[in-house]
């Protein structure tokens, strides 16, 4: 294996990069890692795969302004999947097969790349994004009968944790990785809240993402003493409730009242809440026990989504001392740029629905004492997205948090796409997305906040600032400027010669 990793003594720190197979088959892989190792001092790659999302995959964003560098267009057919050879006896347990071979790119993104990288100090990690909304999964034959149900048990668009062929399905893939690959290490994102979470801070939520109640979900309620119908019949209640709050008919006692009076009367929404956390956590464990059964030396870790940074409900699902337990390194979303319009669509999101008797000027001081944070006026975080000390402060948090051995890589915004955009909106409905409920950006305009080579490296130079073991330069590769990237490169290289006798 190639040194760094996600949890050797090196005093190198851990420098990953999110990166698709798009960009060496655009670039060349040799120039590819000349640019990340010379521009961003990079010593870790973090290659997506499986991916079916653009967040990960494919070129930059339709609409959105393309980089200076790789081919100069939009892959507007582009569909992502699985970039390494799919092996079939690793599929043998799941209806699902060995499906999910990416159909944009000819090679093998792991034997591609691995090799190579290794011979020049840079490790390697399986970059694999669940991708739950998209639709290409949807088309995968059988990929149907995996799917979650909602209150009304009706199939919904995103699978569920708890249906084997799903779950087999995924330590299929990573047992096909550890065993077929010399990489060094899984990096695992699902970037989903549970249906409570969802509620509270989505007006509108479409029923789809009030989930799951189907077979294996009952079931599992049911061991768990859990009364599966009034549970359900709870979160039809809250659905109502977010529905009416979020077309303005406020209760005649308020949002807030009205929901915790739901909540007295079905103490099992918390319980249902708790279950679907509790199966998204059990597949971790079953993803980092396949893994190390494969290979003991193999790094495993998880993606925890911006979501921490802005929900104090979802931060408490995501226990870090309980999620270090099974994880070598955790990448925590730190994306202080991006931020910004982020939590401020968030602030007036949940003001139209837990909070709908507050405006989201009210609401967000508020937030910012439970949260933590110290940022902008609230009008202005479009404009200014949040400062490096955020990254920082939470980054510090996180290593308080995790148990002894458990290294902390804050994720680093390069170059994310902030605001809305026709363009991308389209493309969207063009690959007929589900509703995700998370990440939500609805700002507009010309004077948003974007990324600056001195602010990437002050956001570099605060996660370590913080205890950070190392960053991971996010999204991907195929957005970012290059004097962006070259912004973690100048921290890093600050930090060596800080360390230099």
Request: proline letters at 7%; aromatic letters at 10%; charged letters at 25%.
């Amino acid at each position: 294996m190639s040194t760094p990793d996600a949890t050797t003594d090196s005093q190198d720190p851990v420098v990953a990069i999110q990166i698709g197979a798009v960009s060496f088959a655009d670039e060349g892989v040799e120039p590819v890692l000349d640019i990340l190792q010379e521009r961003g001092a990079v010593n870790a790659l973090f290659l997506a795969t499986p991916t079916w999302t653009r967040g990960t995959g494919g070129r930059q964003v339709p609409g959105r302004p393309l980089p200076d560098h790789g081919v100069q267009s939009y892959d507007h057919d582009w569909v992502g999947g699985n970039y390494a050879t799919i092996h079939p006896e690793f599929y043998r347990t799941t209806r699902l097969g060995p499906v999910g071979r990416a159909p944009d790119y000819d090679g093998d993104l792991l034997s591609d790349v691995v090799s190579t990288a290794a011979e020049r100090g840079v490790a390697s990690y399986a970059w694999m994004e669940e991708s739950s909304y998209a639709q290409a999964l949807r088309d995968y034959p059988n990929f149907p009968q995996c799917l979650e149900v909602d209150v009304w048990g009706r199939p919904a668009p995103r699978p569920c944790f708890n249906n084997p062929d799903y779950r087999n399905w995924h330590l299929g893939i990573v047992e096909d990785y550890v065993k077929s690959y010399p990489i060094d290490g899984l990096a695992w994102c699902s970037e989903r809240p549970g249906p409570l979470n969802i509620l509270l801070q989505r007006s509108n939520t479409p029923p789809e993402l009030v989930t799951c109640f189907c077979r294996y979900c009952r079931d599992r309620g049911q061991e768990a003493g859990i009364d599966v119908d009034r549970a359900r019949a709870g979160y039809r209640e809250l659905l109502d409730w977010n529905s009416r709050v979020g077309a303005g008919d406020r209760p005649a006692d308020g949002a807030f009242v009205t929901f915790w009076r739901i909540l007295l009367h079905y103490p099992e929404i918390l319980a249902w809440q708790t279950l679907w956390t509790q199966s998204q956590r059990q597949l971790y464990r079953d993803i980092y026990g396949v893994a190390k059964a494969c290979r003991r030396s193999v790094q495993v870790g998880w993606h925890v989504f911006h979501e921490i940074s802005f929900s104090p409900f979802y931060r408490a699902d995501q226990d870090y001392a309980e999620l270090s337990e099974l994880s070598d390194f955790i990448k925590v979303v730190e994306y202080n740029n991006c931020a910004g319009p982020r939590f401020h669509s968030w602030i007036d999101s949940i003001s139209h629905s837990l909070f709908g008797d507050a405006d989201p000027e009210q609401v967000y001081p508020l937030m910012l004492r439970l949260l933590g944070l110290e940022e902008a006026d609230y009008g202005d975080l479009p404009q200014t997205g949040f400062s490096a000390d955020y990254v920082r402060r939470e980054t510090a948090r996180a290593v308080a948090g995790v148990r002894p051995g458990c290294k902390i890589l804050p994720g680093i915004d390069i170059d994310i796409p902030v605001g809305q955009v026709p363009a991308a909106t389209q493309d969207r409905r063009r690959r007929s997305e589900a509703p995700s409920g998370v990440n939500a950006d609805n700002t507009s305009g010309s004077a948003l906040t974007h990324c600056t080579p001195e602010g990437v490296r002050d956001a570099v130079l605060a996660a370590f600032d913080g205890g950070a073991d190392g960053v991971v330069l996010s999204r991907k590769y195929s957005e970012m400027r290059l004097d962006n990237l070259s912004g973690a490169g100048e921290a890093i290289r600050q930090l060596a010669n800080q360390r230099t006798p």
